[in-house]
């Protein structure tokens, strides 16, 4: 019994100190992804993106959904076909985390770290727009079979096509970055207005139905910003990767703005 107890307690101090340097590294992580302020390239980087994410984020469909005065066939639209982009959103970072593997580089290890753990948080995304969409009268079969038109596609074929193609901070700055930093603009109004829609007979609302927009409204709002912070390391000292980040994040506002127009035609017939 003796030697038992001498044995645990010569294991004991290797436990603690695994924990200690488990707790370190933790520390070390989070101090990694600590947002530090602007230098000159990227507050103009920043700068110049402003106008485009604001297109999105203020586009006259989101206006009309947070007044409440969105029609419900355009609604279902909305939701349905913005499906994929929702549902492929964390395959578009799993490729960026596979680019992840130039550990010596600046800006690689932390990138690979944060990529790691939000794949799982797009994960259940995914489920609670499921809710949203299944609560304003759409089907789970409806949504896994459906083809968008090709104006509101071509955002998810170049999402795709920058996270095959392009180096780890474009496709950094083209999802988590552009179509993140849009989405949280816009969330935070619409959800301010989507209570609007709960009296409607066709509509079952719950916390389940609103949990995406509220994820995205409240829980997501560091993801645009710690984006940026990776693509300031990943960038910081190669020009030409500035150049093609700042490109791929414009393309991605484009594309949603694209979208976004292609969608609201539906509301516009409405109002025929």
Known sequence: MNSLNNSIDSITPTINGSQAKDSQA?????????????????????????????????????????????????????????????AHFPSYMAMSLAKATA???????????WLIQNIKVEERHLYWYQDWALGFGLTVDELDHVCPPAAMNAVNHYLWSVAYRGTLAETIAATNLAIEWATGDWTIQVYKGIEAYAKHPEIQMSSKTVAWLRAHAHYDDL????????????????????????????????????????????????KA
């Not at 006259?60 to 929702?86: E, I, M, T, W």
């Not at 990943?234 to 500035?242: A, F």
């Open 103 to 113: 550990f010596q580089l600046p800006g690689v290890t932390e990138a690979r770290n």
């Open 26 to 86: 933790k520390k070390a992580y989070t101090h990694e992804l600590e947002i530090t302020p602007h230098n000159e390239w990227s507050q103009a980087f920043w700068d110049q993106l402003l106008p485009a994410k604001n297109r999105v984020s203020q586009h006259p469909l989101f206006q009309d959904l947070a007044a409440g005065r969105l029609s419900l066939a355009c609604f279902k639209h909305a939701l349905l076909n913005f499906y994929p982009l929702v």
């Open 223 to 270: 993801h645009p910003y710690e984006a940026m912070e990776l693509i300031k390391r990943l960038c910081n000292h190669d020009v030409m990767m500035q150049q093609k980040a700042l490109q791929a994040a414009q393309q991605g506002l484009a594309y949603y703005e694209l979208a976004l127009n292609e969608c609201y035609k539906v509301q516009k017939l409405s």
